[in-house]
């Protein structure tokens, strides 16, 4: 097993070790991607939801050339050996020189001890316990086993979570047998034991908390920084809450700065007034979309009136068939239904042409025996397209390619068995 240094010392930047074994991991037009072992690291293997160090292994050769090798990822195996992925092969034997990737550590570590706080204040105030983190690249989440949190109680933990930073409680490593750690989770002192055998390594908060963990963290709350709590939605097993530790937590409260900001120069107002002025803004768009609805529902009548003088009753039949290029699928729906709806022995096919693929439109007014529904899916079954409705409104999504000669079939349908229904009507 490789022997891990972070264990004992998390700030521990740069270390000696030797290459214990290599091997080559993948190739890709003929780039490899190598493994290689160390017989001891300060690199943090991805596991328990934190991602992994990268960093970099320096080697020297006798003639005094020095082989850089840029450690892209570390993994660790059943076994407990820890693998370094890099693009350059180092030969076992060989000594390095390892460095660690500083900042993206220390950000791990402030949002993997900021996560252990933050999930400590929910325990104890809230009695919700944390069933998984993950800390991703811009953020880190926890899962709850809790219901729905109200907005000020998550207020109310970010300040308990940061009261305890400013506090700059100790953050100190110890390893303790398993049975001297079932102790203490039976005695309510430990939050959560892992499921593994041997010796257990707890992480403390002074006064606080105490939780089994295998990863890297700072060295008192203070290091944390800040923590900002950004959002919570609901998940399967409770609730996500989304947050932000360190330099993430300034570069978040910068960029919500700037965008707040800019939204308050644009609206001519002092920040504080953006609320309101998005609540007013809202306001106003509801009448004015009851407005719009009112002038679009006129020209649809006016509308209609016009392609029925255009549209002449010839056999029994008014067919009315029209494609548009301006007009969307809603306001095709609503000609259709004031067609149909103002005057007898009526048939429309309309299309909203307006974006591909289109939507066309098959309606009746209530005197034509004809269902809508039926005579669509039939016509369309030869196209390869789906559709359908009820007896007086039909409809379907059609490809530009396909439009012309739809209508022509569906036109020669209608025309087809509205003669038909007319020729068994006087025969009775």
């Given at each position: 097993m490789t022997e891990r240094l972070y264990y004992a010392d998390s700030f521990l930047r740069r270390f000696t070790a030797k290459v214990t074994d290599i091997r080559e991991a993948s190739r890709t037009d003929g780039v490899s991607i190598w493994q290689i072992a160390l017989d001891r690291t300060a690199f943090y293997p991805t596991s328990g939801g934190q991602p992994c160090d990268t960093g970099s292994l320096a080697a020297s050769s006798r003639?005094?050339?020095?082989?850089?090798a840029e450690v892209e990822s570390v993994e660790e195996d059943e076994q407990g050996?820890?693998?370094?992925?890099?693009?350059?092969?180092?030969?076992?034997?060989?000594?390095?020189?390892?460095?660690?990737?500083w900042p993206r550590r220390l950000d791990h570590m402030q949002q993997h001890t900021g996560q252990h706080l933050l999930s400590a204040v929910f325990a104890r105030e809230l009695d919700a316990p944390t069933v998984s983190f993950h800390l991703g690249?811009?953020?880190?989440?926890i899962d709850l086993a809790s219901g729905p949190i109200a907005h000020h109680s998550l207020e109310r933990m970010e300040r308990i979570a940061n009261e305890l930073i400013a506090e700059d409680r100790a953050v100190t490593v110890k390893v303790v047998e398993r049975a001297e750690a079932e102790a203490m989770l039976a005695d309510g002192r430990l939050r959560k034991l892992p499921a593994r055998d041997g010796r257990i390594r707890l992480i403390e908060i002074a006064d606080y908390d105490l939780n089994a963990c295998g990863g890297t963290h700072v060295r008192s709350t203070g290091q944390i920084g800040a923590l900002l709590v950004r959002g919570m939605e609901k998940v399967s097993r409770g609730v996500r809450v989304e947050f932000v530790c360190g330099m993430r937590a300034a570069k978040a409260a910068r960029h919500d700065f700037t965008v707040l900001g800019r939204a308050a120069a644009e609206l001519s107002i002092a920040s504080?007034?953006?609320?309101?002025?998005?609540?007013r803004m809202k306001q106003e768009r509801k009448l004015a979309e009851k407005e719009r609805q009112r002038l679009r529902a006129e020209v649809a009548s006016y509308h209609a009136v016009r392609l029925l003088v255009e549209e002449q009753i010839k056999g029994g039949l008014r067919l009315v068939r029209r494609s548009f290029d301006d007009r969307d699928a809603d306001y095709v729906r609503l000609l259709a239904q004031d067609l149909t709806a103002s005057v007898p022995r009526t048939v429309v096919l309309l299309a909203s042409e307006e974006q591909w693929p289109a939507r066309l439109v098959l309606a009746k007014s209530g005197d034509v025996n004809l269902h809508c529904g039926e005579l669509l899916r039939d016509v369309l079954t030869s196209y390869g397209l789906r559709g359908g409705g009820s007896t007086e409104f039909a409809q379907t999504d059609v490809p530009e390619e396909q439009m012309e000669a739809l209508l022509d079939d569906l036109e020669a349908a209608v025309s087809a068995r509205c003669r038909l229904s007319a020729g068994r009507a006087s025969s009775e």
């Amino acid at each position: 097993m490789t022997e891990r240094l972070y264990y004992a010392d998390s700030f521990l930047r740069r270390f000696t070790a030797k290459v214990t074994d290599i091997r080559e991991a993948s190739r890709t037009d003929g780039v490899s991607i190598w493994q290689i072992a160390l017989d001891r690291t300060a690199f943090y293997p991805t596991s328990g939801g934190q991602p992994c160090d990268t960093g970099s292994l320096a080697a020297s050769s006798r003639g005094g050339a020095v082989l850089d090798a840029e450690v892209e990822s570390v993994e660790e195996d059943e076994q407990g050996t820890v693998w370094h992925f890099t693009r350059k092969p180092v030969t076992a034997g060989t000594g390095v020189e390892c460095e660690i990737d500083w900042p993206r550590r220390l950000d791990h570590m402030q949002q993997h001890t900021g996560q252990h706080l933050l999930s400590a204040v929910f325990a104890r105030e809230l009695d919700a316990p944390t069933v998984s983190f993950h800390l991703g690249e811009s953020v880190s989440t926890i899962d709850l086993a809790s219901g729905p949190i109200a907005h000020h109680s998550l207020e109310r933990m970010e300040r308990i979570a940061n009261e305890l930073i400013a506090e700059d409680r100790a953050v100190t490593v110890k390893v303790v047998e398993r049975a001297e750690a079932e102790a203490m989770l039976a005695d309510g002192r430990l939050r959560k034991l892992p499921a593994r055998d041997g010796r257990i390594r707890l992480i403390e908060i002074a006064d606080y908390d105490l939780n089994a963990c295998g990863g890297t963290h700072v060295r008192s709350t203070g290091q944390i920084g800040a923590l900002l709590v950004r959002g919570m939605e609901k998940v399967s097993r409770g609730v996500r809450v989304e947050f932000v530790c360190g330099m993430r937590a300034a570069k978040a409260a910068r960029h919500d700065f700037t965008v707040l900001g800019r939204a308050a120069a644009e609206l001519s107002i002092a920040s504080d007034g953006v609320p309101a002025a998005i609540e007013r803004m809202k306001q106003e768009r509801k009448l004015a979309e009851k407005e719009r609805q009112r002038l679009r529902a006129e020209v649809a009548s006016y509308h209609a009136v016009r392609l029925l003088v255009e549209e002449q009753i010839k056999g029994g039949l008014r067919l009315v068939r029209r494609s548009f290029d301006d007009r969307d699928a809603d306001y095709v729906r609503l000609l259709a239904q004031d067609l149909t709806a103002s005057v007898p022995r009526t048939v429309v096919l309309l299309a909203s042409e307006e974006q591909w693929p289109a939507r066309l439109v098959l309606a009746k007014s209530g005197d034509v025996n004809l269902h809508c529904g039926e005579l669509l899916r039939d016509v369309l079954t030869s196209y390869g397209l789906r559709g359908g409705g009820s007896t007086e409104f039909a409809q379907t999504d059609v490809p530009e390619e396909q439009m012309e000669a739809l209508l022509d079939d569906l036109e020669a349908a209608v025309s087809a068995r509205c003669r038909l229904s007319a020729g068994r009507a006087s025969s009775e």
